[in-house]
């Protein structure tokens, strides 16, 4: 078991006793696979970072180039079932209801077992609320209630910070899908990765921000963040300056937090978004992740912005558009982005809650 030396987070990770039934089709891969030994289940909520992540320092330990800065959202969320069965012969996956191939999955449950001292096959079970693998951080929601569950299902008692650490091995963003509210995730300079974790700036109702989606396209990204991060670190020419800078963005979005000033927080917001963009613009070959209707629903918030509505824009490795806006905005943004031309869904959610285990 990994012991830090130091000042560990504490933040407690809440046993919330919410009533989560498995879905029709979950129910059916349980009751096939019939075991309840070293079970639990975790909820875990998307997030978006508002100042962006791209690039690795370290493929091995997926140790980020950059920090960031990100909000949990309350209304995307992934649950997932760990049972570790002494029966079982190979892990098993079922995600959103259909077995998926488990390579990913049982890469990141070694890490699991290694650290519990178990060698049992498990069965993951996981549902996402929301489109999977289409740049709405599945794989951020996706891997922390995995860290959750699994650690859990293994016998494991892990603070905040040791999740955060376990997470961003499966995935960079999962890291800060740990923690609710707003949400920096830390760099880190150790070459263990020791340091580079995520911890709570505010708690969700400190400060509620709403943030409308707008899904424009329900497909799977054809380049993975993973690969175009690789890419860009190696083939694009603005990537030391996208480095480099990036801790004065994170400082400044620090301070315009710390003063509730959300003009500041979204002029910072869009910019580290445009700022990512061009990055993987400029990446040889070029990372064009947005369609028509995602540029029409950049122009709209800005529109919406010139008549006077407190909102600003991000996008991830995928077309669709997040509006960040000023509490009791959200009705009105959504309103707006439903008309525009190729968004086929609008969502609205409140900033959620950090990682928690169902019962
Ligand atoms: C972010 N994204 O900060 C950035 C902005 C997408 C664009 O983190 O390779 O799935 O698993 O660490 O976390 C998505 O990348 O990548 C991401 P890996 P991840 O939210």
Redesign the pocket.
């Known amino acids: 078991m990994l012991h830090l030396a130091h000042g560990l987070t504490d933040v407690p990770i809440a046993h919330n006793r919410v009533s989560c039934r498995a879905s029709k089709p979950t129910q059916r891969f349980l009751a096939m696979m019939g075991s309840n030994s070293g079970r639990a289940r975790a909820r875990a909520h998307s997030?978006?970072?508002l100042?962006?992540?791209?690039g690795?320092r370290d493929a091995v330990l997926?140790l980020?180039a950059v920090g960031?800065i990100?909000v949990t959202l309350d209304g995307l969320y992934t649950d997932t079932e760990v049972i570790f069965d002494a029966k079982a012969t190979i892990d098993r996956v079922a995600l959103n209801g259909a077995q998926t191939d488990p390579t990913r999955f049982s890469r990141f449950l070694d890490l699991v077992r290694r650290r519990a001292g178990i060698d049992k096959r498990a069965i993951v079970v996981s549902d996402n609320n929301f489109p999977t693998g289409a740049?709405l951080?599945s794989?951020?929601s996706g891997?922390a209630a995995l860290a959750l569950a699994a650690s859990a299902a293994a016998g494991l008692t892990m603070n905040s910070r040791e999740l955060s650490i376990l997470a961003?091995q499966?995935?960079?963003?999962?890291a800060?899908s740990i923690l609710g509210g707003l949400v920096e995730?830390h760099r880190g300079d150790a070459d263990n990765g020791l340091d580079a974790y995520a911890e709570p700036i505010l708690d969700a109702d400190t400060w509620p921000l709403e943030v409308v989606v707008a899904i424009t396209d329900t497909g799977v990204k054809s380049v993975?963040?993973?690969a175009g991060?690789q890419s860009s670190g190696t083939a694009s020419d603005f990537y030391p300056a996208w480095v480099e800078h990036a801790e004065r963005d994170l400082a400044g979005m620090r301070s315009a937090i710390a003063d509730r000033d959300f003009t500041a927080v979204g002029e910072l917001t869009e910019y580290s978004c445009l700022k990512?963009h061009g990055l993987m613009l400029s990446t040889r070959p070029g990372l064009i992740y947005w369609n028509a209707a995602t540029v029409a629903a950049m122009h709209a918030v800005r529109k919406l912005r010139a008549d006077g509505l407190p909102v600003y824009f991000t996008i991830?490795?995928?077309p669709q558009v997040k509006a960040l806006c000023a509490p009791g905005h959200a009705d009105a943004v959504a309103a707006a982005l439903a008309k525009v031309p190729g968004v086929l869904e609008t969502r609205i959610t409140a900033l959620g809650p950090a990682a928690f285990r169902v019962e």
């Open positions: 997030n978006i970072a100042v962006k992540y791209w690795k997926n980020p960031s990100s740049g951080a794989s951020a891997f961003r499966g995935s960079g963003s999962a800060r995730m993975d963040s993973t991060m990512m991830d490795a995928g």
